[in-house]
């Protein structure tokens, strides 16, 4: 059996997603390899190929590559999956936008946000925002999986497994990529912080946003993200959202300011270790989840609780 | 350019799913059902395109049981101009969904098939993405923007770190985000006038597929519970609180 990894990278560094991908395709079993699909992309793939558990890299380099578009994964993976049995893909938005079209091309169903695999037809995943885990068998010969990074360890070191290139397809592809607005941050990124602040609708304005979670963040060298509200009302940029249809994140620490705590919320981030809830209503179903609850206004206690860390 | 929106009936975004007690899935019983929030977005982008003069017809779709009738009267109040509903009491997955939406694409040709990127009761995220790749076309995924260029469409899709811009050829499927529009509300004379518009009634079988699920549910469970923990009286016990746990 062999299973393919769809690595998520930055061409120049892995991201650590691949790795988790990579646990979970572990446990599924069988010889796991890695695609890297860019462009100028041999660092991912040297960092890729340090993974332990990897029989060996695909490193598939060429211009449609170093953003590629779904219809260009399409393309390239659809011809490699005959010598695969699964294809365990990221569900980042990379992950998501890809692994469908493949799946529909080999007439196979996926199998969404994987969140434990208990045997090699049998996964587990959330469903209803998380409101209920879903047992699910699939009777489909190949399978065709996205990964819940946070669901899943982070994967060791390993003794160095070889680079192999593959052709890549030139396209043109049906759709074409023509440019990005990356949120530009030093902060840890949202999927891997070990600690995130998040502000919700209380802010009340973007420039409170800034101007109360931002130092706190600084402070404790954490992520900032946001509730939807915190987002829809324009406070904070969309990467920031965390919940049921942005981010699932899963940190040692998540301080939750100012939000209310709405399902849609709680489904990205009940699975952190410690949460702590400031909002100046007590009822608010934040603390039904919090460990540590703090009852008051945020706009006297954020700045008390920045000096004082 | 006549557009195609694809629609599902879920459990109402308000109302808080119910594992049933056997775990053989969640308690929809007598539980409030309405269109898929991110159904609802893509409905309203259709109808501001006619608005705008760029889609000429909207033809709303709806795969599921003959109560997804009243979904796509909602659709059909809110702008849509006629129905298909290919029904079932059978549970569809997306590869079966996706299937029907092609062959249906195939007879009524749209220039745009316009859909959520997600159904709030399974959570797959995958109908527009596989009924692109069946039919060969351009996809742009968790859209916040959608603007015509010439024969071009020019995508804004929420992604991990931002926004990114794909230009499709058309005809190309498109996928809602929550940030792409806020729906209306259908007036009640569009509700009075949305009763006489028509709705084909459809079987799977009349297109030609199989809907044989791929995927059998072992179980349906709860998610595991999270004790609340406790309040603190003030800024310096929450700290030393975090301190002891480890956590700063």
Known sequence: MAVLVLAEHSNSALNDATGKVLSAALAFGGDVDILVAGENARPAAEAASKLAGVRKVLLADGAPYGKPVAEALEALIV?????????????????????????????????????????????????YAGNAILTVRSSDAKKIVTVRGTAFPAAGAGSGAPIETVAVPSGPFASKFVREELSKSDRPELASAKRIVSGGRALASSDQFQQYILPLADKLKAGVGASRAAVDAGYAPNDYQVGQTGKVVAPELYVAVGISGAIQHLAGMKDSKIIVAVNKDEEAPIFAVADYGLVGDLFKIVPELTEKL | MKVLVPVKRVIDYNVRPRVKPDQTGVDLANVKMAMNPFCEIAIEEAVRLKEKGIATEIVVVSIGPAQAQETIRIGLAMGGDRGILVQTDARTEPL????????????????????????????????????????GWPQGTFASAVIKDGDKLMVTREVDGGLQTVELSTPAVVTTDLRLNEPRFASLPNIMKAKKKEIAIKSPADYGVDITPRLSVVKVTEPKKREAGEKVADVDTLISKLKSAGAI
């Not at chain 1, 999956?81 to 990221?90: C, Q, R, S, V």
């Not at chain 2, 969904?97 to 399974?122: F, S």
């Open chain 1, 79 to 127: 011809p490699l999956m005959g010598a695969y049995d699964a294809l365990f893909a990221p569900a980042t938005t990379n992950g998501k936008n890809a692994a469908p079209r493949i799946a529909a091309r080999l007439d196979v169903m996926q199998i969404s946000e994987i969140t434990a695999v208990i045997d090699k037809d049998t996964f587990e995943r959330p469903i």
């Open chain 2, 96 to 135: 079966s969904v996706a299937k029907i939406i092609r062959a249906i694409a195939e007879e009524e040709k749209p220039g745009l098939i316009i859909t959520g990127k997600q159904a709030i009761d399974d959570d797959n995220n995958q109908t527009g993405q596989m009924t692109a790749a069946l039919l």
